[in-house]
């Protein structure tokens, strides 16, 4: 059994300015997605060039950060949003939803598709496999900030969250680290290091991150004050992921039925 060693939220502080470790994880996400972005351009000469990069990767955060408070205050924390609107603002202090982030992401993806006159699916394919590797530093950041916890355990490797209660409990955001960070994004970057047809990552993204999540959600703690929403055993991110499961098989059966589609 393992202890949860009680991190600083506050990585460090200059004068008033506190700088949190969820905000570092975000840069981290951020920064390795531009990376990572170069790279993939780099090895398709003349379908990216270094500003489209640049902007593709600001609106996408600007989406994921937007969507992802938005749908964190609409599915989990609606009653504080109304008792606190300000908290809203406060993304510092963590409360972020993966799943209105990633309808942020494609919202914003489809402006800035439309504006770089591409299609909207050839961006997608583009962007899905650095997504992966934002979703490990942001698991990496739930830890960190002591929350979104896992359900009561008897596992050698359960771990006390003494600020939660005395009891071993799966350590869930290092399992969503390892899945969702780690797995996804080998599997997705594997796949999308050869040419597939259009649609075909994207569809794999949201085949890979449903299913991982869905699986997860069993040793979650259910969101506080939401609990079970269906069957008495289905949490709100299990029900979110169903959507996200059936699209991207949606998506494959689009990639592998038109052979004759751009490749990604």
């Known amino acids: 059994m393992f202890t949860y060693p009680q991190f600083d939220p506050v990585a460090f502080s200059l004068g008033p300015l506190s700088v949190h470790w969820y905000g570092i994880m975000y840069i981290v996400a951020f920064g390795g997605a531009w990376l990572l972005a170069r790279y993939r351009a780099s090895k398709s000469p003349g379908q990216w060039n270094d500003e489209q990069i640049s902007d593709l990767i600001f609106y996408g955060a600007l989406g994921a950060v937007l969507g992802g408070r938005i749908g964190s205050a609409l599915f989990y924390n609606f009653d504080k949003m109304l008792s606190d ?6 993304v510092w202090e963590g409360g972020m939803s993966f799943h209105g982030g990633i309808l942020g992401v494609m919202a914003a993806l489809y402006w800035y598709s439309r504006k770089l006159n591409k299609p909207y699916f050839e961006v997608l394919d583009f962007i899905a496999p650095l ?52 797995l996804l994004f080998s599997v997705v970057w594997w796949f999308s290091s050869r040419p597939r047809p259009m649609y075909a990552v994207s569809g794999l993204f949201g085949i890979g991150y449903g299913l991982q999540r869905f699986f997860v959600e069993f040793y979650r703690e259910p969101d506080e004050g939401i609990g079970f929403v269906a069957l008495d055993w289905m949490t709100m991110g299990q029900i979110l992921s ?5 699209a991207g098989i949606v998506l494959m059966v689009m990639a592998y039925r038109k052979p004759a589609q751009a490749k990604s």
């Open 131 to 182: 997504a992966p590797f934002g979703l490990g530093a942001g698991r990496l950041g739930n830890f960190i900030g002591g929350e979104l916890w896992g359900r009561h355990t008897d596992v050698a490797w359960g771990m006390v969250f003494p600020h939660v209660d005395a009891f071993p409990r799966h350590a869930s955001q290092l399992y969503q680290f390892a899945l969702e960070g780690v």
């Open 85 to 90: 609107p300000t908290w809203v603002l406060r």
């Open 242 to 246: 169903l959507p996200m499961i059936i």
